[in-house]
Structure formats: C-alpha cells, structure tokens
Nanobody, 120 residues
Framework: QVQLVESGGGSVQPGGSLRLSCAAS????????MGWYRQAPGKPRELVAS???????NYLDSVKGRFTISRDNAKNTVYLQMNSLKPEDTAVYYC??????????????WGQGTQVTVSS
C-alpha cells in the first residue's frame, strides 16, 4: 500500500512560479513511473508530465518549456517546477506513482490533489 502526500500548491499571478512535491511512502517493492495530472472545472483530467524509472520524461504540449518534472528516487519523491504560469494552468493537480508490490502486482496510486490558481 502506497500513500502519496502532495504539497506546494497555491495562488500565484500570471508569470509566477510554483513547485509541487509528492512523496510516496508505505510498503512496496518498487516505485516505477511517477507524474502529475491536472483537472480544471468542467474538463477531463489530463496528463501534465511523467517521469519513468529510466529517467525519461514526457510533457503535455502546452507546458513544454515552462514545467519541469524531476524526482529523487532515494526519497521516492517527484517534483513539478512550474514557471511562467498562465491562467489556463489553473486546476487541481494530482500526483501518481506506479508501484510494484511484494507480490509483484502493479498498481497506480494517487495523491489527494492540490489546487493551483493562476490569477491577477
């Protein structure tokens, strides 16, 4: 069982920056991919950025060049540095972590969500 605790959301003016963190804890064999989704009111959840266990990353086109995902494998923590924020980045951001249990089952685990609001 994996618990994910997110932090770092808040309100910022357009052009500002925020850094989200998500730490995984609990009992698991390994943490594999980690990343972030977001969901704005009335819109479907979308994948913002992902980080595979081999270090490869992927980004939503609209955040490329502005957001950077990174991770500290020793701490089972993933970060999302968000720069040049725009009002359209306003959403609840959810982290996820794909884990392998000691029974070798694969699970996707979710954080509780953190609100990011970009407004002047």
């Amino acid at each position: 069982q994996v618990q994910l605790v997110e932090s770092g959301g808040g309100s910022v003016q357009p052009g500002g920056s925020l850094r989200l963190s998500c730490a995984a804890s609990g009992k698991f064999r390994s943490i594999n991919a980690m990343g972030w989704y977001r969901q704005a009111p009335g819109k479907p959840r979308e994948l913002v950025a992902s980080s595979a266990s081999d270090g490869s990353t992927n980004y939503l086109d609209s955040v490329k060049g502005r957001f950077t995902i990174s991770r500290d494998n020793a701490k089972n923590t993933v970060y999302l540095q968000m720069n040049s924020l725009k009002p359209e980045d306003t959403a609840v951001y959810y982290c996820y972590a794909d884990s392998t249990t000691f029974l070798r089952n694969h699970m996707r685990n979710w954080g509780q969500g953190t609100q990011v609001t970009v407004s002047s």
